[in-house]
């Protein structure tokens, strides 16, 4: 049977649905074009439904909410068989514009187990959709889940529905193969994912919510922090240091001033953990001396005010929930992350048989992108520690293995400022350029090779102290294998050191760079569109090569477009020679390549035109690659298609360099600097293939 979607439910609650149905949206992202979901019941509640939601919000599924919700519990309680054909009915609007669906069954909130397993079933069989059985394994033997999954696996096949595959959430991470075996003579698929207590953590906003607090001190953006343990301070100020824990909560009387300051000075403190919050409890608010005493530590950490005594507060805090759709950016991605170290994505891609669509989404881009760097992890250097958005993306990154990163600047400050913001950075390498016993070997490297320019060592010690320095020695001198930075310098700052250290890779005269424009349904590259303002025939042709191995190296077919404003023999000038010159040098020096010029850029795009204009060509009307004459038409072009077409231009991305190292706008977004390490990833394992490559031979002859 072909599954063009999937019904994923649960015998009972709090089971990690959720965290299935993203890790599923993501892996089917990568392949086809557009990716539906449908939740067929969802809570009798005002407002949205919160799985919806989250599953809208990070995968950029094209569809309204309300395309993707059935009916409510209420209307399931008055008529199941009309709320079922009402599902029925919407379900096929979703498939109709959709390629495939995740269907993700109700949570539990509102019916006894049993009979909510058996909705669910019937509607998984009306949909035609095979099941994805998930089940917990909190607190079960491999036994045990095995027990639970054979009782629903029945009652699925009593309800004329199949099971496709079986998935155990929650497990001891210690038990993945015990359960994995246990589960094998279900006769199906079987995956198992561990238990992550953070992902079932809640956020400070949604524990002040529940304790009707109000936040006295601290950053509100700090409540998004999850609270990882909690901590009733009520002990003398001795046992309550020695108990305080990194992202702990701590509850205190909010008449103790002393036990608030005792915590506020405690999280401040180097060498102490960092805390999500303080709740002060009773109704007490603390006078006006202490509350200024505490605000003059100069921390942003959340202090919260309830009117609750100290068993009720420690009671509702307990009884809080983190829900991974009201979750941070932190937990999608640990939610990923897991997802995609401990689930086979060929195993469950056969149990879906989904053919990949040959159109290329932004979103599949993305995706693929950061696969690939994942499969062949390099270590990238961030010199600009102190920008949030840096640690926020660097925090992404490790959680989803994308990279092994480096980050340059104070390792208590970067530490410190990471645990504020409720980032886990532990698996990076943090390290201060004024304090590394790399200096010095840094400075007899750039003494030695801007000696031609007069450079003394003295004055190389104070150059490689600057962040971008020491990041690109890093990287020629083999301890990185990229880098990434411009969050918070300018361009000049970022690139230049490259100029000087790392240079230009051999048959290659100019460092250039290209855009790589995702539109709705294909990515296009356009180079250089950032640094050259008036590049040579010569230099032109350099553009052509580099943007055209670029593109390979991203999974672009290239097929190169050297534009102008005249296409073929109609123009002249001496802008169309330059173009006509440059185009000669690159079928010279690269036969193997598809090339044509010049050309204007509808005949490089509209194949009706290229008939007209330049029939037989085997670039006109399907170029793929666009190098531009100058600098003005390049960038204004990008920003026009980035603008008008709705395309999403990820970039520069610098090439030509020995080594990669990659420019970001100062007004990157985390998401932006995620990609684009990415991509320094990527370009870096090219290099690694390359330098393989080039040795292979001596290692032959030797």
């Known amino acids: 049977m072909t599954a063009r979607s999937i019904f994923i439910t649960s015998p009972e609650g709090y089971s990690g649905k959720s965290i299935v149905a993203l890790g599923l949206l993501d892996l089917l992202n990568r392949r086809v074009g557009r990716v539906g979901v449908f939740r067929p019941v969802t809570r009798s509640v005002t407002g949205k439904d919160e799985v919806v939601n989250l599953l809208l919000r990070h995968t950029g599924v094209d569809l309204p909410y309300d395309a993707c919700v059935g009916v409510t519990y209420e209307a399931v309680h008055a008529d199941p068989e009309a709320a079922l054909a009402t599902i029925v009915e919407r379900y096929r609007e979703v498939e109709r514009a959709c390629e495939v669906v995740v269907v993700v069954g109700s949570d539990y909130t509102d019916v006894a187990g049993p009979t909510e397993l058996a909705f669910n079933v019937a509607v998984a069989a009306n949909l035609g959709a095979p099941v994805l059985l998930v089940v917990s394994g909190n607190g079960r033997t491999p036994a045990e889940v095995r027990q639970v999954a054979e009782v629903a696996a029945a009652e699925i096949a009593q309800g004329h529905a199949t099971t496709a595959g079986v998935l155990a959430n929650r497990c001891d991470p210690g038990a993945l193969a015990q359960v994995r075996q246990a589960l094998e003579p279900l006769a199906v698929p079987v995956w198992a994912l561990p238990d992550v207590p953070l992902l079932s953590a809640p956020v400070v906003a949604d524990i002040m919510a529940a304790l009707d607090g109000e936040l006295v001190l601290g950053d509100p953006a700090l409540l998004d922090r999850e609270a990882e343990h909690m901590l009733v301070s009520g002990m003398s100020t001795e046992h309550v240091l020695e108990r305080l824990r990194d992202g702990q909560l701590c509850i205190a009387a909010g008449d103790r001033p002393e036990v608030l300051i005792t915590l506020a000075t405690a999280h401040a403190a180097e060498g102490f953990p960092s805390l999500a919050g303080i709740v002060l409890n009773g109704g007490y608010r603390p006078s006006a001396s202490v509350l200024r005493l505490v605000q003059g530590l100069g921390q942003r950490l959340p ?103 480096t980050i340059l600047g104070s390792p208590a400050q970067v530490r410190a400022q990471a645990a504020e913001l409720g980032l886990d950075l532990d698996a990076a390498s943090v390290i201060d350029p004024e304090a590394s016993e790399l200096l010095a070997p840094f400075a007899e490297e750039y003494a030695r090779l801007r000696a031609h320019k007069g450079m003394t060592l003295d004055r190389a010690r104070e150059i490689v102290r600057d962040p971008s320095y020491f990041g690109t020695l890093m990287v020629h001198l083999g301890h990185a294998d990229g880098m990434v930075s411009g969050a918070a310098h300018t361009t000049a700052h970022t690139i230049k050191p490259s100029f000087e250290i790392i240079k230009t890779r051999p048959g290659t005269s100019i460092v250039s760079s290209v855009f790589l424009m995702c539109l709705a349904d294909r990515v296009l590259v356009y180079g250089d569109c950032a640094v050259n303002p008036d590049p040579t ?135 932006d600097i995620v990609n684009t390490v990415a991509i320094t990833a990527v370009q870096a394992q090219a290099e690694h293939e390359r330098a393989a490559r080039a040795a292979a031979p001596q290692e032959i002859t030797a």
């Open 537 to 671: 025939a010569e230099q032109l042709a350099d553009i052509a090569i580099s943007s055209a191995e670029t593109a390979a190296q991203f999974g672009v077919e290239p097929r190169v477009a050297m534009l102008s404003y005249s296409t073929g023999e109609s123009g002249s000038g001496a802008d169309v020679e330059k173009v006509r010159r440059a185009t000669a040098l690159v079928k010279e020096r690269r036969p193997d390549l598809s090339v044509e010029g010049p050309i204007q850029y509808d005949a490089a795009v509209d194949a009706s035109v290229a008939r007209a204009k330049m029939p037989g060509s085997a670039v006109a009307g399907r170029a793929t690659v666009f190098v531009f004459p100058d600098l003005n038409t390049g960038n204004n072009t990008y920003k026009a298609v980035q603008r008008s077409a709705g395309a999403v231009a990820i970039g520069p991305v610098l090439q030509g360099l020995n080594k990669p190292v990659n420019d970001l706008s100062r007004g990157a977004l985390v998401q």
């Open 303 to 405: 202090v919260i005010l309830t009117a609750h005594n100290t068993y009720e507060a420690a009671s509702i805090v307990a009884g809080t929930r983190g829900m991974l759709a009201r979750g941070t950016r932190r937990k999608i991605d640990l939610a990923l992350g897991t997802f995609e170290q401990h689930i086979d994505s060929r195993s469950i891609l056969r149990v879906l048989d989904v053919p990949r669509s040959p159109v290329v989404t932004p979103l599949m881009f993305e995706s693929t992108l950061l696969e690939r760097a994942r499969a062949g992890r390099r270590r990238i250097v961030l010199p600009e520690g102190d920008d949030d958005r840096i640690l926020r993306a660097a925090s992404s990154l490790l959680s989803r293995q994308v990279a092994d990163l």
